[in-house]
């Protein structure tokens, strides 16, 4: 089982910065990539970014520019700088991990965190 633990949301105001952290925990062989969704109230969960373990990153296009996704393999940790945040990045941000749990692993599995709250005040 792997934990993901996620902290540094908050209330900020439009155009401040905040940054996410998330812990991940457990059994862990590798992890492979690591990634941040985030869903709005009353809209679906969607991808705001993700990182592979050799440091390769991905952005939803909205956020390229504003968003930088990176990682700490040592500490199996992965942050989300979000920059110039505007009310629409309002919503629950969660961390997803892709593990091999174990060196003998044919199969990578899936973990979510519980998310945080980020709410940008206009």
């Known amino acids: 089982q792997v934990q993901l633990v996620e902290s540094g949301g908050g209330l900020v105001q439009a155009g401040g910065s905040l940054r996410l952290s998330c812990a991940a925990s457990g059994s862990i062989f590798r992890i492979n990539a690591m990634g941040w969704y985030r869903q709005a109230p009353g809209k679906q969960r969607e991808l705001v970014a993700t990182i592979t373990s050799g440091g390769s990153t991905s952005y939803a296009d909205p956020e390229k520019g504003r968003f930088t996704i990176s990682r700490d393999n040592a500490k199996n940790t992965v942050y989300l700088q979000m920059n110039n945040l505007k009310s629409e990045d309002t919503a629950v941000y969660y961390c997803?991990?892709?593990?091999?749990?174990?060196?003998?692993?044919?199969?990578?599995?899936?973990?979510w965190g519980q998310g945080t709250q980020v709410a940008v005040s206009s």
């Open positions: 997803r991990s892709w593990v091999l749990p174990f060196r003998s692993s044919s199969v990578e599995l899936t973990y």
